[in-house]
């Protein structure tokens, strides 16, 4: 209340502003009055065409803005001026009841002619520098950025905020640029941040309720200012309840996301001399999968599944191979401790919808999800998937592949024979790759491989544990993904402290099922392999931690 208060006495009092005097001939005043305080956090940006029928404009805003809506922009791309005008005057007369700024899209001769409280042009509008003229100083203005190269020169003027984006594909503006995606807005918050730390920068193109977390999570920057909003038009204009729409926009803005818990009060440091402390808590995530026999809802790739659930069962946790659209936000429900496996070892494009659905649903229950791009370099329909995924279906806690499958997602156009994948550089350097990835997804990544490398983007340890067998049988490093889901589901708070005891349980039962007597090759091996899988659990069940001794681990 009392932001909003401050807002409403600086708008009142600075309505007309310089630009009134302008119309009339003048020449606004530098210090004709200060610039009202904005708030941009949620930014609803008109569209006319897009009201549900028997709507007007004037009342879905005014809804919207009892929702929590924070700045308004009138964005009428097919009206004259006259009618331009007198809509503005009408809406203005509404928003400064509530303290809101109006802005004028495109429009510097509308936003005079109005009075309100500035203007949001783009690179084909007039130029900046006159706009700024022509409003004076105090007037609001915000300039679109769609590229790095937009953001360092309107970086380098005195605008008010950038509008970053599209983020996603957008049917509300055919032209607009080539989506960023949140990677994107992020590269351009750093750009924007190196030049001008005190400029706020809001996102628009297709955020609605099921990626605004998402969004704001993914494109927050290492340092620098985060996104101070999110600008919508289609999630509240077409709404038929705007106040809904917008207090559901703000409330999910506000709220952390349910995949980031808080850290945790002491979060475990990734050095040897810790090294005893680490362990331990690897025997107590496999102690609790037994404990509470997770579910893992595995959307799995055929050649794998069989093997996958006997990993998964072997553990203590419980499979559910599933791919029906249907029951996904059930399944994502009906336990207190799940997590969802996608491997997209055997999908084609239709599978893209179900992964998005089964993505989001587990995001919503906060859920941990890994993701495996199985294959993903080998064609352009599999990049595509780990971009669709990536991009556009919400967060995934853990990323995890082969080498090249990282490298792919990396962006690096390693070749992959298939699904098996070529080793090019050292640990070391494979190491800064899977950090920079752990770092630009927020996500945990494990690769596997002689040496796993496991990084959450600041701590990166390597486990050199294992055995040449697991290369031989089909689905052992699929299943991993499940072993992975299992760990989070019951340990969320420190995920690479979860992956580690997978990938622990995981290579440590392989080493002992290579020397167990039965185990005369791959196929014997693969039995043994669940044997040492369920036998470790019950080691831990007891509280036992010997069976660690041999770890080769390491902390980069
Ligand atoms: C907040 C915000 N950001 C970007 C835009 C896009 O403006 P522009 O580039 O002028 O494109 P049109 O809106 O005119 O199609 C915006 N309007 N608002
Ligand atoms: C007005 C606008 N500007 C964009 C840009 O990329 O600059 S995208 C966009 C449309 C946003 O509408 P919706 O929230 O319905 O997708």
Same mark, same amino acid.
């Given at each position: 209340?009392?932001?909003?208060?401050?807002?409403?006495?600086?708008?009142?009092?600075?309505?007309?502003?310089?630009?009134?005097?302008?119309?009339?001939?003048?020449?606004?005043?530098?210090?004709?009055?200060?610039?009202?305080?904005?708030?941009?956090?949620?930014?609803?940006?008109?569209?006319?065409?897009?009201?549900?029928?028997?709507?007007?404009?004037?009342?879905?805003?005014?809804?919207?803005?009892?929702?929590?809506?924070?700045?308004?922009?009138?964005?009428?791309?097919?009206?004259?001026?006259?009618?331009?005008?007198?809509?503005?005057?009408?809406?203005?007369?509404?928003?400064?009841?509530?303290?809101?700024?109006?802005?004028?899209?495109?429009?510097?001769?509308?936003?005079?002619?109005?009075?309100?409280?500035?203007?949001?042009?783009?690179?084909?509008?007039?130029?900046?520098?006159?706009?700024?003229?022509?409003?004076? *100083? /105090?007037?609001? &203005? =915000?300039?679109?950025? #769609?590229?790095?190269? $937009? !953001?360092? +020169?309107?970086? @380098?003027?005195?605008?008010?905020?950038?509008?970053?984006?599209?983020?996603?594909?957008?049917?509300?503006?055919?032209?607009?640029?080539?989506?960023?995606?949140?990677?994107?807005?992020?590269?351009?918050?750093?750009?924007?941040?190196?030049?001008?730390?005190?400029? *706020? /920068?809001?996102? &628009? =193109?297709?955020?609605? #309720?099921?990626?605004? $977390? !998402?969004? +704001?999570?993914? @494109?927050?920057?290492?340092?620098?200012?985060?996104?101070?909003?999110?600008?919508?038009?289609?999630?509240?204009?077409?709404?038929?309840?705007?106040?809904?729409?917008?207090?559901?926009?703000?409330?999910?803005?506000?709220?952390?996301?349910?995949?980031?818990?808080? *850290?945790?009060?002491?979060?475990?440091?990734?050095?040897?001399?810790?090294?005893?402390?680490? +362990?331990?808590?690897?025997?107590?995530?496999?102690?609790?999968?037994?404990?509470?026999?997770?579910?893992?809802?595995?959307?799995?790739?055929?050649?794998?599944?069989?093997?996958?659930?006997?990993?998964?069962?072997?553990?203590?946790?419980?499979?559910?191979?599933?791919?029906?659209?249907?029951?996904?936000?059930?399944?994502?429900?009906?336990?207190?401790?799940?997590?969802?496996?996608?491997?997209?070892?055997?999908?084609?494009?239709?599978?893209?919808?179900?992964?998005?659905?089964?993505?989001?649903?587990?995001?919503?229950?906060?859920?941990?999800?890994?993701?495996?791009?199985?294959?993903?370099?080998?064609?352009?329909?599999?990049?595509?998937?780990?971009?669709?995924?990536?991009?556009?279906?919400?967060?995934?806690?853990?990323?995890?592949?082969?080498?090249?499958?990282?490298?792919?997602?990396?962006?690096?156009?390693?070749?992959?024979?298939?699904?098996?994948?070529?080793?090019?550089?050292?640990?070391?350097?494979?190491?800064?790759?899977?950090?920079?990835?752990?770092?630009?997804?927020?996500?945990?990544?494990?690769?596997?491989?002689?040496?796993?490398?496991?990084?959450?983007?600041?701590?990166?340890?390597?486990?050199?544990?294992?055995?040449?067998?697991?290369?031989?049988?089909?689905?052992?490093?699929?299943?991993?993904?499940?072993?992975?889901?299992?760990?989070?589901?019951?340990?969320?708070?420190?995920?690479?402290?979860?992956?580690?005891?997978?990938?622990?349980?995981?290579?440590?039962?392989?080493?002992?099922?290579?020397?167990?007597?039965?185990?005369?090759?791959?196929?014997?091996?693969?039995?043994?392999?669940?044997?040492?899988?369920?036998?470790?659990?019950?080691?831990?069940?007891?509280?036992?931690?010997?069976?660690?001794?041999?770890?080769?681990?390491?902390?980069?």
């Amino acid at each position: 209340m009392s932001e909003q208060a401050t807002m409403m006495s600086d708008v009142a009092k600075d309505a007309p502003m310089a630009a009134a005097a302008a119309v009339a001939g003048a020449t606004p005043s530098p210090t004709s009055s200060a610039k009202p305080k904005f708030d941009l956090t949620l930014y609803l940006v008109t569209s006319s065409t897009l009201l549900p029928p028997n709507t007007t404009l004037e009342s879905h805003i005014e809804s919207a803005i009892k929702g929590g809506v924070t700045i308004v922009q009138l964005r009428e791309k097919s009206l004259d001026t006259a009618p331009f005008i007198a809509l503005g005057k009408r809406i203005h007369s509404i928003t400064k009841k509530y303290g809101v700024p109006l802005l004028i899209n495109d429009r510097v001769d509308v936003a005079l002619a109005v009075g309100c409280e500035g203007a949001h042009i783009g690179w084909d509008d007039m130029e900046y520098a006159t706009a700024r003229k022509l409003l004076g *100083p /105090s007037a609001i &203005i =915000g300039l679109s950025v #769609s590229n790095i190269t $937009q !953001a360092s +020169l309107a970086a @380098s003027t005195t605008v008010d905020y950038v509008g970053i984006g599209p983020v996603f594909p957008t049917r509300t503006k055919p032209d607009a640029a080539t989506p960023l995606y949140p990677g994107g807005v992020r590269q351009i918050l750093e750009l924007v941040y190196s030049k001008r730390p005190d400029l *706020p /920068s809001v996102a &628009i =193109g297709s955020i609605n #309720s099921s990626n605004i $977390q !998402a969004v +704001l999570y993914k @494109s927050r920057p290492a340092e620098g200012l985060p996104l101070a909003g999110v600008a919508v038009v289609s999630a509240i204009i077409s709404s038929n309840d705007p106040e809904s729409a917008a207090s559901g926009l703000l409330s999910l803005y506000k709220s952390p996301p349910p995949w980031a818990p808080p *850290p945790p009060s002491q979060p475990t440091v990734f050095t040897h001399f810790y090294l005893p402390l680490i +362990l331990s808590k690897v025997v107590s995530i496999i102690r609790s999968i037994k404990e509470h026999k997770p579910l893992v809802h595995q959307i799995t790739n055929g050649v794998v599944k069989n093997f996958s659930a006997n990993v998964t069962l072997a553990i203590g946790a419980s499979p559910i191979m599933s791919e029906h659209i249907e029951e996904a936000a059930d399944l994502a429900n009906i336990v207190p401790q799940s997590a969802l496996l996608v491997n997209m070892g055997t999908a084609g494009p239709g599978e893209r919808r179900l992964y998005a659905t089964a993505i989001r649903e587990n995001n919503k229950a906060g859920k941990p999800v890994v993701f495996d791009p199985v294959g993903a370099g080998a064609t352009g329909m599999r990049r595509e998937t780990v971009r669709w995924v990536l991009d556009e279906c919400g967060y995934v806690d853990v990323i995890k592949g082969n080498e090249g499958e990282i490298r792919t997602v990396a962006g690096e156009g390693i070749r992959m024979k298939g699904v098996d994948s070529d080793s090019v550089g050292g640990v070391d350097e494979l190491a800064k790759v899977v950090k920079a990835v752990a770092g630009r997804e927020r996500s945990v990544v494990v690769t596997t491989g002689a040496t796993d490398v496991l990084s959450d983007g600041n701590r990166t340890v390597l486990v050199s544990n294992g055995h040449p067998f697991q290369a031989l049988v089909t689905g052992m490093g699929c299943a991993l993904g499940s072993v992975l889901a299992a760990a989070l589901a019951v340990h969320k708070d420190d995920k690479l402290m979860s992956c580690l005891a997978a990938i622990l349980l995981y290579n440590v039962a392989a080493e002992r099922a290579s020397k167990a007597d039965s185990s005369k090759g791959p196929g014997s091996f693969s039995v043994a392999f669940l044997d040492q899988l369920y036998e470790i659990g019950e080691i831990c069940a007891r509280g036992e931690g010997g069976w660690l001794d041999g770890v080769k681990v390491e902390f980069v």
